[in-house]
């Protein structure tokens, strides 16, 4: 292209047949270029998310949903428990059955819509197995075929149909299809009412989604009208209205009464997704949306959100990430680190295995150690390819020397042409196990011991003399542990008291040894403990790189010498252990203020203020009389108006001082007035002097 603009620009015939050759070579290479970046594009649309929705995922939205309570709460849970296959415990189900009862069995007027119509749902979907009472079938079936507000339509279409009673009230199904068939707007989203007295009110992605399944759910019980057919197709449009980003919140409301329903971003795509997985494949053939595209989107965006916990979107990531899942199963990839830190674990997006077809490649470009402030250091581990389906990492560990540590390993998953990088944390662990021990209480009481073994002489005696009780240990293992604990437990009470053990020696082939001195002079260490008795001494050893913690009792000490708190009397140790008589709450202290100063009588008071104010209200009352005229000097008007002005300002901020301000506030207005005062007043009071002498 530049190069034809040039040859433009320098009047050379752009048709010459060289020229052309040359254009089009041009054009070739943009192409190429275009086709390149293109791919680079699509490459990077590859989707992985860091792991599956699990069954623990759903057990948690279940548990959210049935916390929120009522109908509405019990049939989210039900819902969910059924689409994920989870059997709900017996309490559980015991909440739903005891919610849904009164309602689906209600009777005359007793029949609250639309909770009857959800207790419905969760009636059948919840396995409780109560027969709907007929006033609430009738109820249902009224609602379908005279309401014209959307989401009442909504509800009584789909507690119909999931109570089992779509064949008996087929034709008030079919008409509710057909309300809300006309009010699908040209964006796919529907209108929330088909009652011309009201006000006509924007549709929006998640009214999209309601629409979409109850026609779809229509459509499959009784192929209904073509209208459905077109508005169904119209519908799925609303797929490209759904921003995958952030959360925002939506309110959907009942008309034409006050009650809504909140929606949310998440509950949106979900429900989108649902609606759209559930829809016969003719129906969505037509509509000129990439389904499967789609279904990768909504995924991933519904993976990032699978720990919601607000029981309608939680919900909602249930059933959409399931949907998704049946329209793409092999997008978008979960790639998670196994428990056991050998493998990864491939799988789509609920946990299913993924076919040989749809298996990436994974290779892990490096591993970075990372330190405690998670920075990468340098990599080492770099291009290693691991192989489909096992995806085990021995061949990283073989190259990382088994190295406790927790490494960053940087991923690149390829599959069907695409790729995408990630990052994955892997965490190497190591064994620690000890070697030998010396527990001292001074003198002769001393002893040696070698891991794991326990000292069996006895517990070592200690008087009011012995300064302190050392415990020095020597330790094997690959790194340096951040926990290392000396504790002493009282016999009695069970009550543990801990001390930090330091390092005593540098690592040498890799053993290091640690000590604590517990001194037994120490204020602090006395009241730590738990009063007089023998202890149990033993050293704990824990570190997240170590694959499990290690415990390791070590000898008794007799510290039967230690003192009672003096506050507490031979009463209370019989009634109590001597550990609850040291741990007793002390005495609340109460704090006793001053009484107030004695003031004079109110009557004096009152004499006095009409004392202070008499002279001011006198001298009103003298210049009123006398008629003053009060008038500005003729000469220096301008700075008398100013002066005096800025004295009006003044008085009226000593008011505010009184009213309202602090004494800064006050301070600092009057910094800004006085300099005006002070340089009005001396021109005011110069031009007054000058006008006394003429």
């Known amino acids: 292209l530049s190069l034809s603009l040039s040859l433009r620009s320098h009047s050379i015939h752009p048709f010459h047949p060289e020229i052309e050759i040359m254009q089009s070579t041009a054009l070739a290479f943009l192409l190429v270029i275009l086709t390149a970046l293109a791919a680079s594009t699509a490459s990077a649309q590859a989707s992985v998310v860091a792991s599956a929705y699990s069954p623990a995922d759903g057990r948690a939205a279940v548990e959210a949903a049935l916390a929120q309570g009522g109908a509405g709460g019990v049939h989210l849970a039900a819902s969910v428990a059924k689409a994920l296959n989870l059997p709900l415990s017996k309490a559980q189900k015991q909440q739903v059955c005891d919610t849904v009862k009164p309602l689906v069995t209600a009777k005359g007027e007793s029949v609250a819509f639309p909770a009857c119509g959800m207790a419905s749902i969760a009636n059948a979907e919840g396995g409780c197995g109560f027969d709907v009472s007929q006033d609430v079938a009738e109820r249902l079936a009224a609602e379908a075929a005279e309401s014209k507000a959307f989401v009442s339509l909504y509800v009584a279409v789909n507690a119909i149909i999931d109570a089992g ?112 997985a559930e829809l016969p494949a003719e129906l969505v053939d037509g509509s000129g949306v990439d389904t499967r595209a789609f279904a990768a989107r909504v995924a991933t965006f519904l993976a990032e959100h699978k720990s919601a916990r607000q029981p309608m979107d939680a919900f909602f990531v249930a059933h959409g990430l399931h949907a998704a899942a049946k329209l793409n199963p092999s997008s978008p990839i ?16 609920v946990g299913a295995a993924l076919s040989a077809a749809d298996q990436p490649q994974i290779k892990v470009k490096k591993a970075v150690v990372v330190g405690d402030k998670d920075a990468g250091g340098e990599a080492v581990v770099t291009d290693v390819a691991l192989q489909a389906p096992a995806y085990s990492l021995s061949g990283v560990m073989s190259k990382l020397s088994a190295a406790a540590g927790v490494y960053k390993l940087h991923l690149r998953v390829s599959t069907g042409g695409e790729s995408v990088k990630t990052t994955r944390v892997l965490k190497v662990t190591t064994t620690c196990k000890g070697k030998d021990a010396r527990v001292s209480a001074g003198g002769d009481q001393q002893v040696d011991l070698k891991y794991p073994t326990k000292s069996t002489r006895g517990a070592l005696a200690t008087e009011k003399t012995t300064k302190a009780i050392k415990v020095l240990f020597n330790i094997d293992t690959d790194i340096e542990p951040r926990q290392l604990f000396v504790q002493l437990q009282h016999s009695e009470s069970k009550r543990v008291t801990s001390f930090i053990a330091t390092k005593r020696a540098a690592k040498n ?28 001494v033993s050293v704990l050893i824990g570190d997240a790189l170590l694959e499990s913690a290690v415990s390791w009792p070590l000898v008794d000490v007799d510290l039967s010498w ?38 004079p009588n109110a009557f004096f008071s009152l004499i006095f203020s009409i004392a202070t104010i008499a002279p001011f209200v006198l001298l009103i009352l003298y210049l009123l009389a006398s008629g003053p005229k009060l008038a500005l000097p003729s000469s220096g008007a301008l700075s008398n108006l100013v002066f005096q002005a800025t004295l009006a300002a003044i008085l009226g901020l000593y008011t505010l001082y009184w009213l309202q301000l602090n004494v800064f506030q006050a301070l600092s207005g009057l910094a800004m007035l006085a300099p005006i005062a002070i340089l009005s007043g001396h021109r005011a009071l110069r031009a007054l002097a000058k006008q006394d002498k003429q």
């Open 165 to 276: 009673l779509a064949g008996r009230y087929a034709a008030q199904v079919n008409q509710a299809a057909r309300v809300i068939a006309s009010l699908v707007q040209q964006d796919g989203t529907f209108g929330l009412s088909a009652d011309v007295a009201q006000p006509v009110t924007q549709g929006t992605p998640f009214t999209g989604g309601l629409g979409l399944r109850v026609l779809g759910r229509a459509y499959a019980l009784a192929g209904t009208t073509d209208d459905t057919k077109v508005a169904i197709k119209d519908a799925v449009k609303v797929a490209e209205l759904v921003e995958l980003a952030g959360n925002s919140k939506t309110t959907v409301a009942f008309p034409p009464s006050s009650s809504t329903l909140g929606a949310s971003t998440i509950s949106a795509a979900g429900l989108i997704m649902l609606g759209i």
């Open 334 to 349: 979960a790639v998670a680190v196994a428990d056991d830190q050998q493998s990864l674990l491939v799988t789509n997006v």
């Open 509 to 536: 082939n890799k053993s290091f040894k640690y000590g604590v001195a517990i001194s037994l002079a120490s204020r602090d260490v006395l009241e730590s403990l738990s009063g007089p008795g023998v202890y149990a």
């Open 562 to 599: 230690l003192p009672v708190p003096a506050l507490e009397t031979q009463q209370q140790l019989e009634r109590g252990s001597v550990e609850e008589v040291y741990r007793a709450p002390r005495p609340e202290i109460r704090h006793t203020f001053g009484a107030s100063e004695s003031r």
